[in-house]
């Protein structure tokens, strides 16, 4: 069923924007488990405004889909269900969804391509430079039938000591250095082929921190989550930009507005305690939708359903994860996952993502080609470079405005680009390594500040742990929202819900300046958000009303 149309004025409709790649796959990852925004902020690494955003409008996209739900608890927490096939619904009801799938798709065989013929453009440079330098230089016709026997001697051969015929196509693609027949029956082929090691000789192979924002914010929600939603700067130090650890003097009278636009993104505020301590606290990390303990989705979101898991499905989970089995019972198996799952994220030092114990950010290599590609590229471009300069001053010899001939009026015509091509190939690289020196030295400098912090928080010390526990008296066990904590499921009837979900209806509505609302009346939501995808529908002859995304 395609999507509803939004109303832009009484004559034209515009189909509603999908919401984040990064939201998408991060519901896709829950596999119709119950999400509160915390939840996706933790799992896909975005704010929890983005990800509140990006639920509202997934569950509007989606809009009368089976296993679509938003669900409101007794406290007022909203929690967003959608079915384990969301990605693929979603396609079928937004024509821009199902671009942007395409194109994720098609990407990367575009990216091959291009990296492909940026490198066949060097060799094609080669050929007509060095193929109009012989032509210029050729004497007559005896010389043309010398170079065509292939060894006539003189400069009719190659510069390699052999004639133009004897190169085979293969061998510029694949010389025999890199080709697939040097490599014997066992050893692996290169990385990528010599053409795309061109591209990357030139332009490198992209930013190896272009995901760094998310994994941060997935590591603090990790590091404030095992410590009950309350934590002071010295325990996110390891996964921002803070100042030297030596200059935060163990003093009250401290600057640390370098965390505040990290608590802003995950949703968080300043306290400050009796003693001065300033304390972070995030109330929505301390809520969770997932049916199951948060340490067992932020070590391995395949875990996301074990409470309602049997125990066959159970022994599976375990024995991928090398756990063993024999005569355990369904509970045994979930107190074991459990305890996997601890092991893992290290006693919640943002160990699921970075085990050092801080955001450890990694240097660009120049290129992650081969050491002999990157050779044979770097002297091919040389070649390039040299054969073009030499091809410029033959030019250069011939009568202001005269024309040549055929082919070579052609190469005359283009020479200014392949010119500018021979000198970027050589420029660009060495531009990029000059800058790739101070940005890796920029790099080791953060990850060591970093280091420094978490040793630094580990040996702890008198003032640091007086901080420690103010802010442990501030944090809070991790509520998880059940089935019976439930007070309104848009995907249930009237007559389905929950039976004391009228005081809890009405305490959505308390502060919010909306009517109170009873049972069977449409102001008892009037406390959800706006634009959350839920809408109502009365029922049959008017006597009562059931709550669905439509």
């Known amino acids: 069923r395609a999507a509803p149309p939004v109303m832009t004025n009484l004559l034209e409709t515009s189909e509603l924007a999908p919401p984040p790649e990064r939201v998408v796959a991060a519901v896709e990852a829950a596999k119709g488990a119950r999400l509160t925004a915390a939840d996706l902020a933790a799992q896909s690494g975005v704010s929890i405004d983005e990800a509140r955003r990006g639920m509202r409008e997934l569950a509007t996209a989606l809009a009368g889909c089976d296993g679509v739900s938003v669900s409101a608890s007794e406290q007022g927490d909203l929690l967003y269900s959608f079915p384990a096939d969301v990605r693929r619904e979603l396609a079928s009801r937004s024509a821009a969804a199902k671009a942007r799938d395409a194109w994720n798709s098609a990407k990367p065989a575009l990216q091959t391509a291009g990296r492909f013929a940026f490198g066949l453009a060097l060799f094609a440079s080669i050929a007509v430079v060095f193929t109009a330098i012989t032509v210029l230089t050729s004497g007559g016709d005896e010389r043309d039938d010398e170079r065509d026997r292939g060894f006539g001697g003189g400069r009719e051969r190659s510069l ?4 133009w015929g004897q190169i085979s196509p293969f061998d510029i693609l694949f010389p025999r250095p890199y080709g697939f027949y040097s490599y014997g029956w066992f050893a692996p ?5 010599l053409p795309e090691a061109v591209f990357s000789f030139v332009f490198g192979d992209g930013d190896p921190n272009k995901a760094i924002g998310a994994a941060r914010l997935r590591a603090m929600a990790e590091v404030i989550r095992s410590n009950g939603g309350a934590v002071t700067a010295e325990s996110l130090a390891p996964f921002l930009d803070p100042p030297p650890a030596g200059t935060f003097a163990e003093s009250y009278n401290v600057d640390e507005s370098w965390v505040l636009p990290a608590v802003t993104e995950l949703g968080g505020r300043p306290e400050v305690s009796g003693e001065g301590t300033i304390v972070y606290v995030f109330d929505e990390l301390t809520v969770s939708g997932l049916a199951s303990e948060a340490s067992l989705v932020l070590a391995d979101p395949a875990l996301a359903a074990v409470r309602t898991l049997d125990a066959a499905e159970l022994a599976r989970l375990a024995q991928e994860r090398a756990i063993p089995t024999q005569g355990a019972d369904a509970g045994a198996l979930r107190d074991a996952l459990r305890s996997w799952a601890g092991e893992q994220l290290g006693g919640g030092g943002g160990g699921s993502l970075f085990p050092g114990g801080y955001l ?7 290129s992650n080609a081969e050491g002999g590609q990157l050779f044979a590229a770097g002297a091919l471009g040389l070649l390039n470079f040299f054969g073009c300069a030499y091809l410029g001053s033959l030019l250069a010899q011939l009568p202001p405005g005269a024309q040549l001939p055929g082919e070579l009026g052609a190469v005359q015509a283009v020479f200014p680009l392949l010119l500018a091509y021979a000198v970027s190939y050589v420029a660009i690289p060495a531009v990029r390594f000059a800058r790739l020196q101070a940005e890796n030295a920029a790099v080791a400098q953060r990850n060591a500040n970093r280091q420094a912090w978490r040793d630094a928080l580990r040996r702890g010390g008198s003032e640091l742990q007086k901080r420690l526990e103010a802010a442990s008296r501030r944090g809070k066990k991790l509520r998880l929202v059940s089935e019976e904590d439930v007070a309104f499921d848009s ?19 308390a502060g919010s300046g909306m009517p109170r609302g009873d049972p069977v009346n449409p102001p008892a939501l009037a406390g959800l958000p706006s634009g959350s995808g839920v809408c109502i529908r009365t029922g049959e002859a008017g006597r009562g009303w059931t709550g669905r995304v439509r």
């Open 160 to 163: 390699f000591g052999f004639g």
């Open 189 to 193: 082929p290169p990385r990528m082929t």
């Open 360 to 366: 450890e950010e990694r240097t660009a290599p120049f």
């Open 491 to 509: 995907s249930k009837s009237l007559g389905e819900q929950p039976e004391q979900q009228t005081p809890a209806l009405d305490d959505l509505t």
